[in-house]
């Protein structure tokens, strides 16, 4: 378990607009869906993202398209790293029959099979025994193409998890366990739901490779994922990465989080990603207030007409109730 | 890679064998044909070859990448399951016993019953589990029969059948089909009754009901290990005037109502026979669809046939199964009140 050492010189000018970019979308769009479900007008259970934007844009650029990855409820910025067009999540989010599954599966599940996103699930751990199958697939096909499953540091609780990671080292899969350490479980601090919260060691154990790293930090994240990804690539079996971050925010969009130390709080704002990599890109990068209003007021733009077109979308009509419980429509003498 | 069924009535060589053998031949066909059918499970490799030996012999012809011991993890086998069909394999998981199925519940009920609705047609899951249940031999958690939790959510296929044959055919329709299927297998009929099994790739087509003896009088509705004990029943029955005819159902979901509610018309008295415990078991939705549909027809009410509402009994001093004579009075008192 080590923690790589800062590289901030491999940032291309492309590089640094797709990552602050990427990582604006997500700060704008999760907090505008927050407002949404506050005042009533989305009515989906959101989870919100903000504290994991590093983390998630770093992702973006370690991966391929053709990677695959099986994230959970809290996927605004998995899905977005992953190229998945940003009004297609928002029209699910509101239900609508533009949206990525029809309007039939809401925020907290997002399949879009042309980015390699293939699944999100709702039940805390359920993740990670799926992307095994789709790591034992990649394997059996002889791909090198990597598969990542996201989760959070509750779900290392769940036996799932410890099936699927022993599953993944036995049989060496291309399974890149990225666990978004944002310290709560709900209400409930890490430090009183695990007897160890040294979640890379205990990762260990199953006899893969496990880094922790601060995932406020870009650069280094970036660089722990970059060097996961290449060995998962290079076949020498699963990687678990446990990115620390903390939640910005409460564990739902309309949940109140007082509960939340104060300071503990504070101090994580000061690394807010976005703003922290907007410094970064002035005050490092050679980037002009110019330069960085540009990619502002475009994303800015994207997400308001994201939204406007979401919730202008239509419904799903009554027809689509029964498409896609079985492969062909069945009868069931319901409704006769 | 999906195969044609053979043409009806086209000459099939057959070979007599027990239902076991039936559905390993199944599967070795089913992996011959396609190279994306994948077996995982805990102890199914050679030598042993699966606890029930239903996979014995498959890791040494297609090779242990191909038919793949697993850990004890239940969750696991069937996630990974999951993700092999996401990625375009037609895996078949084994569960041992039908009561670990709880285990992995979260699994099949939640993922692999409902990826293909959440997203909207994007990410299917069609996998096959297979499972064995039977008999009371091994006590109250390695016996009770489960099907109606899964014919209760939406999305997962489940299919039962009562003999060799159609455990051959049903299993091949299972590992090809294109949504995830429960395939459960009786102890008690995979290793005693031999049939004469068609060679090759056989298919029975999910959804289609038996009517395996022809009646007047009553009918009598059931599936998997009770089938026998039915038919039986059945013969009793044409000894004293009574003519039953005897429906297999063979898979639960789809449920071929069609053909129930062809032969009830017919007949006015229906009963149904299973092992699953009878409160809230498959026979109360059967009978209830029966009477929303036939009610003007009904001579009597339909009675239904299932195990006793305890835990399956270790004695054989104690049963909660059906008995003959629970399915020959319910028919007596049906037919001659
Ligand atoms: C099996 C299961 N149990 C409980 C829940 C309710 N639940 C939803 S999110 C959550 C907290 C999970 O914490 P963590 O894994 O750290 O992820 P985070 O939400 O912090 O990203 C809980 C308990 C659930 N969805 N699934």
New binding site residues.
Partial sequence: MTAPATNTAELDRAACERIYELMLTTQLADDTAREEAKAGRLQAAF?PVRGLEAVCAALGEVLRPDDQLVS???NLGDALAKGMPLPLILAELYGRATGVSKGKGGAMHLHHTPTGFMTTT?????GLPIAVGLGLGAQLDASDRVVVTT??????S?GAAHEAMNLAALWKLPVLFLC???Q???HTPIAEYAGSTDLANRAAAYGMTAHRVDGFDLFATLQCLRGAVEDIRAGHGPVFVEAMTY?LTG?TGTADFSYVPADELAAAMQRDPAPNFRSWLLQSAGWSEDDVRAVKERTEQAVRDAFTAAQESPLPGPEELYTDVFATDLVTWEDR | MTLAPPAPGAETATEEMTAAVAMNSALDAAMAADDKVILLGEDIADPIGGVFKVTKGLSSKYGTHRVRATPISEQAIVGTAIGLSMAGYRPVAEIMFFDFITVAM?QIVNHAAKLRYMSGGVTPAPITVRTSVGGSRFGAQHSQSLEAWFMHTPGIKVVMPSNPIDAKGLLASCVFDDDPCLFIEHLNLAYSNKAAVPLGDYRVPLGKAAVLRPGRDLTLITYGPTTGLVSAAAETLAGEGIEAEVIDLRTLMPLDLETVFDSVTRTRRAIVVHEATQFLGPGAEIAAQITEQLFGELLGPVLRVGARFTPVPFSSGLTNFPTPDRILSAARSLVRP
């Fill in positions: 989870y959970t409820y809290r709702g039940i805390v751990g359920s989760f959070g540091d509750g779900a290392t769940i978004q350490n944002n709560w479980g709900e939640r564990h | 979260d």
